[in-house]
Every structure is written in structure tokens, then in C-alpha cells.
């Protein structure tokens, strides 16, 4: 008998593949395994769908020439999964333990799970400010993806927040539609590589305003500007936008993994170079849990795709 802080596994479900968490890694990784007659079982975590569930427009994804809204986009991953035999649960994978084959998971703290393989796909969380009106306008005008996001904003007034590198370059992305950029940073000198620093001071679209803080986002149904103080003076101020950018960085939801897996510093699953294999054999990640560089939906789903087919390939040799 199997026991993790009193869970009895004696009797738990036993799968081939589970999937931890959706989105498009996660719901592609159970198309191909489903199609693979792997009957996968996917954990679809606290937020089904991933991110793009709280995206409005989707333009960029190949195949949809005019655009679909990110609820529906999800939707549409989840019945093709469906169709081929993927079996989607509600539920939040809280424990985890790795040591030994079969895996062990605990579901919302109670339901005991085998696992011959698993595919971890739990994503990454944008960082926000923690603005009440930041969460209350997100995707209508609040975004933390500018390369998602900028296309819509096509000659308006815009502002980001933020001071690293990826700051910088969505500042700059986002020169390409809008009128005026303001970068907005607490300090009064970036953490920026010094050339994207140089880029960013030498636009002539960008504005920075240093030693200020965003105290609100202003605007009933849509953003209509906000409100900022600066730190030195104190003076407090509307600055007139209609889109506002979050760029202070993302979080994997990796947390339940960390005792088992090799991780960088921030907590992006490190996996071995072109695979998705992690440091512990039949465990595999893809998606924003393990690429901080891209975080795109079409590139998630491509490495769902490549975390499936590594595990069927792993199965396959197991069994032979």
C-alpha cells in the first residue's frame, strides 16, 4: 500500500498519461496521446484553459483567419481532445510524488492518482500590480502580453510598466501601432541590458517617467487612462491612455513540482535540449511551465505536441 501524508493509493485509478493543467500545451499533448489510444487523463487545474481564457481577440494563431475569441478558441481544443478519447477532470493536482514508477498525484487534497507517465502543462501567471481595476479591465485594455495585445491598439496612446528586458522590448513592439509610448518605472534607472536601454531612451515614440508608481487603472468599461504619482515629489496625476501594458514579469504555476524537478532560478522546468524530457525518466513538461522565452500559444501547443509523442515513445520502450 502507497501512503503520502495519509492519501491510500491501494486502490487509485491508474492511468498511462496524465496531464497536469490545460491551455494549449496541455489540451494539444491530449489530443495527440488520446489519438495514440493513450486515454490520457487531464487534470484541468484552477483556471481550465490556461491564459487565453481570459484573452478577448486571437489573431495570431494560424488557422483563424478572422480572429476568435480566447474562451472559444479553448472550447474548440477541448472537444477536439474530447473527440478522440481524452478524459478532462476538474481539479487541481495539490501533492505530487515522484521517486518512483508508478507516479503518485493527489487531486484537491484527497484523490489519490497513478500515473505511468506525466505531462506537466500547469502554465505561466502573468505578475500584476494587484490593482483592483487592473483585474476588473483585463482584456479590455489591460494586457501583459504586448505581442499578443498590440495589434489592437493601432494609433492610440499607450503605457507599460516595467524596467527589465522584456519591458523593453514590448515598449518598442509596441511603437509599431501606437502614437505615444510611456514606460513607467519605479526607479530611476532600468535593469535593462544596456542596448535595449538605448533603444528604448532613443525612440521617438517613448516617453519614460521615472520614480512613478500606477496607483489605478482608470475607465468604467474600457481603459481611459491612469492614475500615477511620482515617488520624489509626491505629485499625483492622470496620464490619458487606452491601453495599458503589465510587463514585471510572469510565474510558473511549478510550485508542487519543485522537490522533484530541475528548475532555473525563477522556477521554469528545465528539459533536455530538443525534447521535453525532464531530469526524472516518464516526467515530461511543455508550455510556459518550461519556455520563458516564447510564451505564445502556438508555440505551447507545439511543444504539448512534442511532450505527447516523447511520451508515447517512452511508454513504447518501457513495454518493450
Not at 44 to 55: K, N, S, V
Not at 254 to 274: A, H, N, S, V
Request: charged share 20%; aromatic share 8%; glycine share 10%.
Amino acid at each position: 500500500m502507497f501512503a503520502m501524508q495519509g492519501i491510500d493509493f491501494s486502490s487509485a485509478e491508474h492511468h498511462k498519461v496524465v496531464i497536469v493543467g490545460t491551455g494549449p500545451a496541455g489540451l494539444t499533448a491530449a489530443i495527440y496521446a488520446a489519438r495514440a489510444n493513450l486515454s490520457p487523463l487531464v487534470i484541468q487545474g484552477p483556471q481550465p484553459g490556461g491564459q487565453l481564457i481570459t484573452t478577448t481577440d486571437v489573431e495570431n494563431y494560424p488557422g483563424f483567419p478572422d480572429g476568435i475569441m480566447g474562451p472559444e478558441m479553448m472550447q474548440k481544443f477541448e472537444a477536439q481532445a474530447e473527440r478522440f478519447g481524452a478524459n478532462l477532470r476538474w481539479g487541481m493536482v495539490t501533492e505530487v510524488d515522484f521517486s518512483e514508477r508508478p507516479f503518485k498525484l493527489v487531486v484537491d487534497e484527497e484523490k489519490p492518482i497513478l500515473a505511468d507517465t506525466v505531462i506537466i502543462s500547469t502554465g505561466a501567471s502573468a505578475k500584476y500590480l494587484g490593482l483592483e481595476n487592473e483585474s476588473r479591465l483585463l482584456g479590455k485594455g489591460v494586457s501583459a502580453c504586448a505581442t499578443c495585445d498590440g495589434a489592437f491598439f493601432r494609433n492610440q496612446d499607450l503605457a507599460i510598466v516595467g524596467g527589465g528586458d522584456t519591458a523593453m522590448e514590448e515598449a518598442l513592439f509596441l511603437t509599431r501601432f501606437a502614437t505615444k509610448v510611456y514606460v513607467i518605472h519605479r526607479r530611476n534607472e532600468f535593469r535593462a541590458s544596456q542596448i535595449m536601454q538605448d533603444r528604448v531612451m532613443n525612440h521617438e515614440k517613448i516617453e519614460v517617467l521615472w520614480n512613478t508608481v500606477v496607483e489605478d487603472v482608470l475607465g468604467d468599461t474600457l481603459v481611459e487612462g491612469l492614475a500615477i504619482r511620482n515617488t520624489e515629489t509626491g505629485k499625483a496625476r492622470t496620464l490619458p491612455v487606452q491601453g495599458f501594458f503589465v510587463a514585471i514579469g510572469h510565474q510558473p504555476n511549478t510550485d508542487i513540482f519543485k522537490d522533484w524537478l530541475d528548475m532555473d532560478e525563477t522556477g521554469y522546468i528545465q528539459t533536455q535540449p530538443d525534447s521535453t524530457y525532464t531530469n526524472v525518466e516518464g516526467i515530461f513538461a511543455c508550455g510556459d511551465a518550461q519556455d520563458h522565452v516564447y510564451r505564445q500559444a502556438i508555440t505551447a501547443a507545439g511543444t504539448g505536441c512534442m511532450a505527447a509523442i516523447d511520451a508515447e515513445r517512452w511508454l513504447a520502450d518501457q513495454e518493450a
